[in-house]
């Protein structure tokens, strides 16, 4: 089992920055891609930013390209969404994902509790 521990949400204004964590522990070596996806009121769960464990190679949804980095940081075990230019449809609950196989997708193997990101406009 992999645990995830989101962290680093909050309430920001438009144009605004956010940077957010998320911790695994546990069977972390069983993880080979980690990532974020983001579900707003109303609205299905949607694949935001994933990178590969072993070498840093890195995905993200057309939304959020050229906004939004994902890093992680393998003595910590920590994956990190630095995100910049928010606007208020990123508003969402964001969870993070880990999954043996790569790129990441909704099936993933497991989740975090999810942190609230609202964006004001």
């Known amino acids: 089992q992999v645990q995830l521990v989101e962290s680093g949400g909050g309430l920001v204004q438009a144009g605004g920055s956010l940077r957010l964590s998320c911790a695994a522990s546990?069977?972390?070596?069983?993880?080979?891609?980690m990532g974020w996806f983001r579900q707003a009121p109303g609205k299905e769960r949607e694949f935001v930013a994933g990178?590969?464990?072993?070498?840093?190679?890195?995905y993200y949804a057309d939304s959020v390209k050229g906004r939004f980095t994902i890093s992680r940081d393998n003595a910590k075990n920590t994956v990190y969404l630095q995100m910049i230019s928010l606007k208020p449809e990123d508003t969402a609950v964001y969870y993070c994902?880990?999954?043996?196989?790569?790129?990441?997708?909704?099936?993933?193997?497991?989740w975090g509790q999810g942190t609230q990101v609202t964006v004001s406009s």
């Open positions: 990178i590969r464990w072993s070498d840093g190679i890195t």
């Open positions: 994902a880990a999954d043996r196989s790569f790129p990441l997708g909704q099936g993933a193997d497991y």
């Open positions: 546990g069977r972390t070596f069983s993880a080979n891609a």
